[in-house]
């Protein structure tokens, strides 16, 4: 077994000679020639069009963990992988949802025209006292003035944790908190263990309502939260083999990955019906393609309730499986026409041997891929199990990121090629029969040179 941190020249046993670069530039060296003579066993076969119409597909409802949408969403990516010929599975997990229960308030003894929404977290319980509005509630904002009262509060610049904690340390009885400003609904919010008191949610023009009427009245508040708690629920990994062929076999194993879940108002197409469309596409033309390493595919569930699918998956991979396990791909909202530019991320912020594969691909096929630190996504639990691996996102993200407006007609059927092509091509050059445990390869693509990009995602 090679190291895993290998750079792809090494990886590859390419000696590169001061003569190597010495070439016509009207011509491909040699070695270039069959670079993009091998890239088109794959890139010429992938479909814009057909990743498309599975995002369209995938995206017509929300497939938040745990639910009806995301089951329905596993059942079609299972048969797909099993129409391309894959062993395919579905790996059960449980995951906890909260449930919020009934939340209520009322002012001066009425009801609201209004909705609320309990905080996820929130002790249950029913409160009454004077309302006081504390801004965002910064540390500086907060006085003695709150204790014993409910604090109104606006949501922005500061965490749910900070904004509450700093009114239960002043005595505060409960919390109703507003959205802030350019946001929309009452669906948010966060309470803490520890954070005992009850915590709900009003949309933004209801909080600037109470604000005007405390400029004008004293207001009695009351706070109600009721039956919220945790619930069990099962969410799914979708795992799909392609065996090596039995005279080659390596004994090495390639994952391609995305997750199929997204927020629970939200349709979800780049984010990540994407990824999963071009993990899809990527699978379907790699069945009919001869390898020497065993490929896997799966789409993640529950990555959008931190990342509890992929962290499953690695935890029942056995110790061989984790040794033999060279590389992990993972693709995550990769084809928002109104996103930044592709960059491969990496838990640590270093170079191994996925991103030196996608850096060369890109080199040949449209033009080196550079790098950049994060995690947030799937593909850190193969990162903590010492698997090389990156996430390939375009960044900075687009407007519309976690919204009901992440919809198909957004989706770039251009970003999405150059994401399949350069992934596709990356695994290709891993795991085709040519390049045999990755060493003493009859043909090895040129290292690419690629730089460290601290863009925001």
């Given at each position: 077994m090679y190291k895993k941190t290998l750079t792809v020249a090494l990886a590859t046993g390419l000696v590169l000679s001061p003569m190597s670069f010495s070439v016509d530039a009207a011509k491909?060296?040699?070695?270039?020639?069959?670079?993009?003579?091998f890239d088109n066993k794959v890139i010429k076969k992938i479909n814009a069009?057909?990743?498309?119409?599975?995002?369209?597909?995938?995206?017509k409802q929300p497939r938040a963990a745990g639910t009806e949408g995301e089951y329905k969403a596993v059942q079609y990516i299972k048969s797909e992988f099993e129409s391309y010929g894959y062993e395919t599975e579905l790996q059960p997990f449980t995951i906890q949802e909260w449930d919020g229960g009934t939340s209520a308030i009322s002012f001066?003894?009425?009801?609201?025209?209004?909705?609320?929404?309990?905080?996820?977290?929130?002790?249950?319980?029913?409160?009454?006292?004077?309302?006081?509005?504390?801004?965002?509630?910064?540390?500086s904002e907060v006085g003695d003035e709150v204790e014993g009262k409910i604090a109104l509060i606006e949501r922005g610049s500061y965490s749910f944790y900070e904004k509450i904690q700093n009114v239960y340390d002043k005595g505060a009885i409960g919390v109703i908190m507003f959205n802030g400003e350019g946001r929309s609904g009452n669906s948010f919010g966060y309470a803490y263990e520890g954070q005992d008191i009850p915590a709900v949610a009003i949309t933004r023009e209801a909080g600037l309502s109470l604000v005007e009427?405390?400029?004008?009245?004293?207001?009695?508040?009351?706070?109600?939260?009721?039956?919220?708690?945790?619930?069990?629920?099962t969410s799914y990994n979708v795992i799909a083999k392609k065996e090596p062929h039995p005279k080659k076999d390596n004994g090495q194993i390639v994952t391609v990955g995305a997750h199929?879940?997204?927020?629970?108002?939200?349709?979800?197409?780049?984010?990540?019906?994407?990824?999963?469309?071009?993990?899809?596409?990527?699978?379907?033309?790699?069945?009919?393609?001869?390898?020497?390493?065993?490929?896997?595919?799966?789409?993640?569930?529950?990555?959008?309730?931190?990342?509890?699918?992929?962290?499953?998956?690695?935890?029942?991979?056995?110790?061989?499986?984790?040794?033999?396990?060279v590389a992990h791909f993972q693709m995550d909202m990769v084809g928002s026409r109104d996103a930044g530019e592709l960059i491969m991320f990496t838990p640590d912020g270093n170079k191994n041997l996925v991103t030196d594969l996608g850096a060369s691909a890109g080199a040949r096929i449209s033009g080196a891929v550079d790098y950049g630190q994060l995690g947030r996504s799937d593909h850190v639990p193969f990162?903590?199990?010492?698997?090389?691996?990156?996430?390939?996102?375009?960044?900075?993200?687009?407007?519309?990121?976690?919204?009901?407006?992440?919809?198909?007609?957004?989706?770039?059927?251009?970003?999405?090629?150059?994401?399949?092509?350069?992934?596709?091509?990356?695994?290709y050059q891993i795991a085709r029969p040519d390049t045999p445990a990755l060493e003493n390869a009859r043909v090895a693509p040129s290292p690419a040179d690629y730089d460290f990009d601290d863009r925001p995602l």
């Amino acid at each position: 077994m090679y190291k895993k941190t290998l750079t792809v020249a090494l990886a590859t046993g390419l000696v590169l000679s001061p003569m190597s670069f010495s070439v016509d530039a009207a011509k491909p060296a040699p070695n270039e020639q069959s670079d993009h003579a091998f890239d088109n066993k794959v890139i010429k076969k992938i479909n814009a069009d057909s990743m498309y119409n599975n995002i369209a597909l995938l995206s017509k409802q929300p497939r938040a963990a745990g639910t009806e949408g995301e089951y329905k969403a596993v059942q079609y990516i299972k048969s797909e992988f099993e129409s391309y010929g894959y062993e395919t599975e579905l790996q059960p997990f449980t995951i906890q949802e909260w449930d919020g229960g009934t939340s209520a308030i009322s002012f001066n003894d009425e009801e609201p025209s209004f909705d609320v929404n309990s905080f996820e977290g929130s002790i249950n319980g029913r409160v009454t006292g004077p309302l006081v509005y504390v801004g965002l509630a910064s540390a500086s904002e907060v006085g003695d003035e709150v204790e014993g009262k409910i604090a109104l509060i606006e949501r922005g610049s500061y965490s749910f944790y900070e904004k509450i904690q700093n009114v239960y340390d002043k005595g505060a009885i409960g919390v109703i908190m507003f959205n802030g400003e350019g946001r929309s609904g009452n669906s948010f919010g966060y309470a803490y263990e520890g954070q005992d008191i009850p915590a709900v949610a009003i949309t933004r023009e209801a909080g600037l309502s109470l604000v005007e009427q405390l400029q004008n009245e004293d207001v009695q508040a009351s706070v109600s939260v009721t039956n919220a708690g945790v619930i069990d629920k099962t969410s799914y990994n979708v795992i799909a083999k392609k065996e090596p062929h039995p005279k080659k076999d390596n004994g090495q194993i390639v994952t391609v990955g995305a997750h199929h879940d997204s927020v629970p108002n939200g349709p979800g197409a780049n984010d990540d019906a994407s990824g999963v469309a071009a993990t899809l596409e990527l699978a379907r033309i790699m069945a009919k393609t001869p390898t020497d390493t065993e490929l896997r595919f799966v789409t993640f569930g529950a990555e959008e309730k931190g990342l509890v699918g992929s962290y499953h998956y690695a935890d029942t991979l056995t110790d061989e499986e984790i040794d033999n396990m060279v590389a992990h791909f993972q693709m995550d909202m990769v084809g928002s026409r109104d996103a930044g530019e592709l960059i491969m991320f990496t838990p640590d912020g270093n170079k191994n041997l996925v991103t030196d594969l996608g850096a060369s691909a890109g080199a040949r096929i449209s033009g080196a891929v550079d790098y950049g630190q994060l995690g947030r996504s799937d593909h850190v639990p193969f990162f903590l199990k010492g698997i090389p691996s990156a996430l390939f996102i375009h960044a900075p993200l687009e407007p519309w990121y976690h919204s009901p407006d992440d919809t198909i007609d957004k989706i770039s059927k251009e970003k999405l090629q150059n994401v399949a092509e350069i992934v596709g091509a990356a695994v290709y050059q891993i795991a085709r029969p040519d390049t045999p445990a990755l060493e003493n390869a009859r043909v090895a693509p040129s290292p690419a040179d690629y730089d460290f990009d601290d863009r925001p995602l």
